[in-house]
């Protein structure tokens, strides 16, 4: 087994002589908490590769007590990548009707906000799209009394916890995962919700692609169960019966709470999440009260 972050040489550093550096890991299935780094401030280039390499061994970082304007909290986030910008067909969560999303995506109930207060089933941002998002900052500015926790799951450890006979199974299967946001401007007539599994007899939603359902990621070469809980799919070239089958048994494996990280939300966190590696999911909250988050999400790679 790897050392922990915080075992690292690296992960200890210096941001002051009176304000010490420190990733630890949390105890869950992934994560791990940094503490005495403001995101306002200038890093050291040690200071960065720590973090790249925490997320890279823990998946999701979680800092306390932050208080970034916009181009501060743009500023830190271009430390990790550029931003993600969708293709003009395929959108995503704040895209306009010309298919362009903010750097910034307001995810509020209230305002101008995005989501609103039901729960969300566990999924990786913009999986749809050809080159999906490798990971997102989500920052904390108004967050309900109760409600409003985001769940994780690790898709690595799910992978790895699978028995020998069901990844030769999966491994080299393609699996087409259709825009949850094109669905809901062409819903199926008669058809409450949305399908978890497309069949024969439902018109492909256009345009599509296809990625790979056993994913590799591109920095760790790390093998990882690349499906979300329920959104439409398709394992291309599989009977439709058997494709439905094997992925609402991969789907009940992944979301094992041994697989899991339940973060209740402070006024203040920023969480940065690997989403080339991980779901999330929401719960539910009051819609009278007030949940206000403020997210970036940076450019990934075709997967492979």
Request: aromatic share 8%.
């Amino acid at each position: 087994m790897s050392l922990s972050v915080a075992e690292r040489p690296s992960a200890v550093a210096s941001s002051s002589s009176a304000s010490p550096f420190r990733i630890s890991p949390l105890d869950a299935a992934l994560g791990a908490l940094v503490e005495g780094f403001d995101v306002r401030r200038a890093p050291t280039g040690a200071q960065i590769h720590a973090l790249k390499v925490a997320l890279q061994d823990h998946h999701i970082l979680l800092f306390r007590g932050q208080q970034p304007d916009d181009e501060d909290f743009l500023q830190f986030s271009s430390y990790f990548g550029t931003i993600f910008s969708p293709p003009r067909n395929a959108p995503v969560l704040g895209s306009d009707p010309y298919g362009a999303a903010p750097d910034i995506v307001l995810v509020s109930n209230v305002e101008d906000g995005l989501l609103g207060n039901a729960e969300l089933t566990a999924h990786a941002d913009h999986h749809w799209t050809p080159q999906p998002s490798s990971g997102s900052l989500l920052h904390a500015l108004e967050i309900p009394a109760a409600g409003g926790d985001t769940t994780w799951f690790n898709l690595v450890a799910a992978y790895e916890a699978l028995d020998e006979a069901t990844r030769r199974e999966i491994d080299g299967l393609q699996l087409i995962t259709y825009n949850p946001f094109l669905r809901k401007r062409h819903p199926l007539p008669g058809v409450q919700g949305v399908p978890r599994y497309r069949t024969p007899d439902i018109e492909p939603l256009t345009p599509w692609v296809a990625h790979p359902l056993v994913r590799t990621h591109p920095d760790s070469g790390k093998r990882l169960l690349y499906l979300g809980e329920a959104t439409e799919v398709e394992i291309v070239g599989y009977d439709p019966a058997r494709g439905a089958a094997l992925i609402a048994r991969l789907r009940e494996h992944l979301l094992e709470p041994r697989f899991a990280y339940t973060h209740r939300w402070k006024v203040g966190d920023i969480v940065y999440w690997d989403n080339q590696a991980t779901l999330h999911s929401r719960t539910a909250f009051d819609p009278a009260l007030r949940r206000r988050l403020k997210r970036i999400s940076l450019a990934g790679s075709r997967p492979f």
